[in-house]
């Protein structure tokens, strides 16, 4: 059973900055991809990005890329979402998600096993 925990989500206004984290636990941490996706009120759950194991290969969804970043740093079981000029449109709830596979992080989220409880972000105009 792994464990994941999503924070740093918060208020702020339209062109700033957050970074939320990730943390999973209950495993090896290198055996984990990670994704992120969001949700808005409304609209169904979304891909964002996701990374592989070792942090090599990244994806990113269009709406995103270039304003997005996903890391990770494996000597802190931590991921990261390193998100900047953010619009009012990016307000939702961002997830975590760990799944297994070796090579290109999935983009589906039905490949994802474990999910965090989500942390709110809203951009104010």
């Known amino acids: 059973q792994v464990h994941v925990v999503e924070s740093g989500g918060g208020l702020v206004q339209a062109g700033g900055s957050l970074r939320p984290l990730c943390a999973a636990s209950?495993?090896?941490?290198?055996?984990?991809?990670i994704g992120w996706f969001r949700q808005s009120p409304g609209k169904e759950r979304e891909f964002v990005a996701s990374i592989s194991r070792t942090g090599v290969y990244k994806e990113y969804a269009e709406s995103i890329k270039g304003r997005f970043i996903i890391s990770r740093d494996n000597t802190k079981n931590l991921a990261y979402l390193h998100m900047s000029s953010l619009n009012p449109e990016d307000t939702a709830v961002y997830y975590c998600?760990?799944?297994?596979?070796?090579?290109?992080?999935?983009?589906?989220?039905?490949?994802?096993?474990?999910w965090g409880q989500g942390t709110q972000v809203t951009v104010s105009s």
């Open positions: 209950g495993g090896t941490f290198t055996n984990y991809a």
């Open positions: 998600a760990v799944e297994f596979r070796l090579g290109t992080p999935a983009r589906s989220e039905g490949t994802y096993h474990y």
